[in-house]
C-alpha cells in the first residue's frame, strides 16, 4: 500500500498573499554572492531542521544554503525584507 502525503502551500504564501494581484515568485539559486552578505527571512522550523539534519534552507527571497553564520552580524536582505512587508500585511489588498 502506497501512502500520500497531503499536499501544502508553500510556508510563506497565507490566504489574503495568494488571494492577490501581487506575485510573489523569488528567483531560486545556490550559488554564493552577494546574498551571503545579508541575513535572511526563513521558517524557524527550517532553520531548526538546518541545524539538526544539515539540509539547506530557502529564504523568502528565493536564496538557498545551509546556514552557518551568526545573522545577527549582516544587514536583512531588502528582497526578503519587502517580501515580508507584505506578508505582514496581508498580501497587499483592500
Known sequence: MVSRVPEHPSPWHNEAVTSTDT????????????HDRFSHYVKKDDIVRANIEGVPVMALCGKVWIPN????????CKTCEEIMAVIRKGGGSS
Open 69 to 76: 553564520r551568526d545573522p545577527q552580524r549582516y544587514p536583512v
Open 23 to 34: 506575485d510573489i515568485k523569488p528567483e531560486t539559486t545556490d550559488t554564493d554572492g552577494d
